[in-house]
């Protein structure tokens, strides 16, 4: 049987040609994060530590460790499951091979070697500048050169991250012992149709010994099957009667069937294979109608409006992303109402742990294969590194029936289009025979039973300008960079993959951030945690069309430019969600972080929920209420993605900012399943002027509707009690009080409220829970509750 011995102990770390004493090193891990453990690099999250550690990057790194290899064994390997990036691996001196792509595996026969294990990484900057000036300067969106590389695209800094350039043995290395064969690899094609669920395992082996007679076992469900090898190939199909589906959640359930599959030699076991599986069908429907081209996903049949949020890599330093971390900000995805989540690809192809939580918790996932921003060059050696990590990766990740599309880059072919590539690239290679060949060729041979789309955005030819909203997928970037978020209203995407405003993380990581600093939107340490194109800028300005500008005052700032990033949200989901079925989905662009930053994140680098989080459940819940302008007036959309039918009464109140009800009415809504119903509000319901509002209730949902900005609405001075109650605080409003918010992290870092802002009619009344605070008493409480003032 195949005896594996993990190699994660006894690493040290050295840099070539220095005279400092070896470090122990952490495997997995990376060269930056074993530097700060020995204390020889402050940490690089902290104020502008950034630019202080940037050498690391520059330099060669080596770990080393022994290796011996005794064993009853006919065959050793030496299996590596990520290298980050450019390494020689040697035994002794003598070397075993060359590596150059982080998002590949690599193995070793040293069958009766041992000695002294090294690997020995060059700066990753050394290989992509030694290809960019082989190959030729490609354009991009940022100048570092990550295109020219097989590793992270934002290892290189983003426009939310920082630029740390790691090297390191980022994922678990082991030796495999064996003798005769052993499971090489195993291709699950998983299906289901009319109540049969299908496994086929398509099975290779590596063998020793090419006479003995070897045989697969496979079990699922309680069926067995069984199949001999032809050389080194099987395949083992199994059938099982009226699986139960796996759903994403909000929907059904998540069941999951253990697959075990056995390589025999006789009645010898030799190598097992485990996973975890879900019967589901998955497609695409990208046909035309005539609205354009349509981009929705259909799952077991059920046409879905993907609540979405772009996710990137949780850690600069990924090896770092531990298990629990990564379910944890999942799970914090799920409690949002978010039902998929797409891996961008200036990311990494994400460890089972990711994919294992997906499946756990129903969230679908969109993967993209890592190319971002730039032409990425075809020619070797980076054209077989990317086939050899696509056919790895896309094997890999077929078990989990969370993963329901693969996606060729972001924004490449928009790039080539309207970022003047094409006229820069004269006709060099910039990555389309990746996207429209090498990716969806691999897709189709390895898995078929999942759809590739080949960018995002695309809409599905160059007939048609690749971000065209009416076609695919499409990008709204426009109206953070330059207009208001009303902008948003603009249009009915089909499918609107990126959009996001951004805005400051909660006090508390700041705070441990920038330790030393008064803390101003501009101040240093601020301006280095934002690292978007004039991001201060666009926050301005974005929060002038609303606010007067808190001059001067940085816990304003901070809690407006918070409110303006969830209200920029809701504006375009609410609106989006209301044009279901033309528009199939939204994708914020971002939930998470990789330090702490200001950034289009709905959590921050801390983990901690911005409003904009809290936001998202009322966005994402099955039912969402919703005031909308349609000309000619004002119309209640009840958006309802429940199975089940909304009945409702609706009581609409106009009113004015002081809390006199203007005019009345009750209406009945009926929402059919999955769909959205549209009742239209009386002429004499609409608020006239900025002294008025409009508020629809039903079912414990509301809808407000404002029709002036906030620095034009003569809001009254806020007043409300505060009073403690078990497990949280309890707020009465004797006035309208507006976008009510509590930042407990500033009583207590590790306190976390339940819900974010809340709006409240004068009379009524919110219970905030607070969880992992010292109760605080009524005034202090009020020292950290936020809510929108009139303008001075
Ligand atoms: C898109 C994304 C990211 C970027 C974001 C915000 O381009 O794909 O590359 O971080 O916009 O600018």
Redesign the pocket.
């Known amino acids: 049987m195949l005896e594996a011995t993990p190699l994660g102990e006894g690493w040290i770390l050295r840099t070539p040609g220095s005279t400092a004493a070896a470090l122990p090193a952490e495997v997995p891990g990376c060269v930056h994060t074993d530097l700060m453990a020995a204390g020889v690099i402050p940490d690089p999250f902290l104020g502008r530590n950034e630019t202080e550690v940037a050498w690391v990057g520059r330099r060669d790194w080596t770990y080393e460790r022994d290796l011996s290899v005794p064993s009853g064994h006919e065959q050793t390997d030496l299996v590596f499951d990520g290298l980050d990036t450019v390494a020689e691996v040697m035994l002794d001196g003598r070397p075993l091979g060359r590596v150059r792509n982080m998002h590949r595996s690599h193995r070793f026969d040293v069958t009766g070697l041992s000695g002294r294990l090294t690997v020995r990484f060059v700066s990753a900057y050394a290989e992509a500048e030694a290809i960019r000036g082989k190959l030729g300067e490609r354009p991009a969106?940022y100048a570092e050169p990550f295109q020219y590389v097989r590793k992270m695209a934002c290892s290189f800094g983003?426009?939310?991250g920082p630029t740390l350039v790691t090297a390191g043995i980022w994922r678990p290395v082991r030796l495999e012992h064996w003798s005769t064969a052993r499971i090489a690899r195993v291709r699950p094609l998983v299906t289901v149709e009319e109540g049969l669920g299908r496994v086929e395992l398509a099975v290779d082996v590596e063998r020793t010994r090419v006479e003995a007679p070897l045989a697969v076992e496979a079990t699922v469900g309680g069926v067995r099957a069984r199949a001999s090898l032809d050389g080194t190939q099987a395949v083992v199909r199994l059938e099982v009667p009226s699986p139960r589906l796996w759903w994403p959640r909000g929907y059904e359930e998540q069941p999951l069937h253990d697959v075990e599959l056995t390589l025999l030699h006789g009645d010898e076991p030799l190598d097992v294979w485990r996973r975890r599986i879900g019967f589901r069908s998955v497609e695409l429907d990208r046909s035309a109608d005539a609205h354009g081209t349509g981009f929705t996903l259909v799952v077991n049949g059920e046409r879905l409006f993907a609540r979405g949020v772009?996710w990137?890599p949780d850690d600069v330093f990924p090896s770092r992303v531990t298990r629990a971390r990564y379910r944890e900000r999942l799970g914090q995805a799920a409690d949002a109402g978010v039902d998929l989540v797409r891996v961008?690809?200036?990311g990494i192809y994400e460890s089972e742990d990711f994919y294992d939580a997906c499946d756990e918790l129903g969230l679908l996932v969109w993967q993209d294969f890592p190319f971002?921003?730039a032409a990425y060059p075809e020619e070797q050696p980076l054209r077989g590194e990317v086939e050899a990590e696509a056919r790895e990766n896309v094997v890999r990740l077929m078990p989990h029936p969370s993963l329901v599309l693969w996606n060729g880059n972001?924004?490449n072919l928009w790039g080539f289009r309207d970022w003047d590539w094409e006229g820069r690239l004269a006709g060099e290679s910039w990555g389309e025979g990746y996207y429209l060949g090498v990716l969806p060729r691999v897709v189709a041979e390895l898995d078929p039973t999942r759809p590739y789309t080949a960018g995002s955005p695309w809409s599905g030819g160059w007939e048609r300008h690749p971000n065209d909203p009416a076609h695919g997928t499409h990008?709204s970037?426009e109206v953070?960079n330059r207009e208001d978020y009303a902008e948003y209203r603009a249009n009915v995407p089909r499918f609107m993959a990126?959009f996001?405003w951004q805005a400051p993380p909660a006090y508390a990581t700041l705070r441990r951030a920038l330790p030393d600093e008064e803390l101003a939107a501009d101040s240093p340490g601020m301006l280095h945690h934002q690292k978007?194109d004039d991001g201060n800028g666009k926050l301005r300005r974005g929060l002038e069309r609303h606010f007067a500008f808190p001059e001067g005052d940085f816990d304003r700032w901070h809690y407006l430019t918070q409110v303006n990033q969830a209200r920029a949200v809701a504006t375009g989901i609410e609106h989006w969600r209301s044009h279901w079925p033309v528009c199939a989905g939204t994708v914020l662009?971002?939930l998470n972080d990789c330090w702490p930053v200001t950034s289009?994140a709905a959590i921050d680098g801390d983990g901690r929920e911005k409003p904009l989080c809290h936001e998202l459940r009322r966005l994402y819940a099955d039912r969402l209420l919703t005031l909308q302008v349609r000309e000619p007036g004002l119309v209640l959309a009840a958006v309802n993605q429940a199975a089940e039918v909304w009945a409702g009464a609706v009581r609409l109140r106009r009113m004015s900012v002081e809390g006199v009800v203007i005019g009345e009415t009750s209406a009945s809504v009926l929402a059919e399943r999955r769909s959205v119903a549209l009742v239209g509000v009386p002429r004499e319901l609409e608020p006239a002027g900025p002294k008025e509002f409009l508020v629809a209730d039903a079912d414990g949902l509301r809808a407000l509707h404002f029709p002036a900005p906030d620095r034009e609405i003569p809001y009254p001075r806020p007043e409300f009690e505060v009073e403690i109650v078990p497990g949280g605080v309890r707020v009465t409003a004797g006035t309208l009080v507006r976008d009510l918010l509590l930042q407990a992290d500033r009583l207590d870092p590790a306190a976390r409220a339940d819900r974010g802002l809340v709006t409240l009619l004068p009379g009524e009344q919110v219970t905030i829970g607070v969880r992992g605070w010292e109760t605080p008493d009524p005034e202090t409480a009020r020292s950290a509750l936020y809510c929108v003032e009139p303008s001075r």
């Open positions: 969106a983003w426009d939310w772009n990137i961008w690809g200036g971002a921003c972001n924004e990008h970037w953070w990126e996001g978007a662009w971002q289009w």
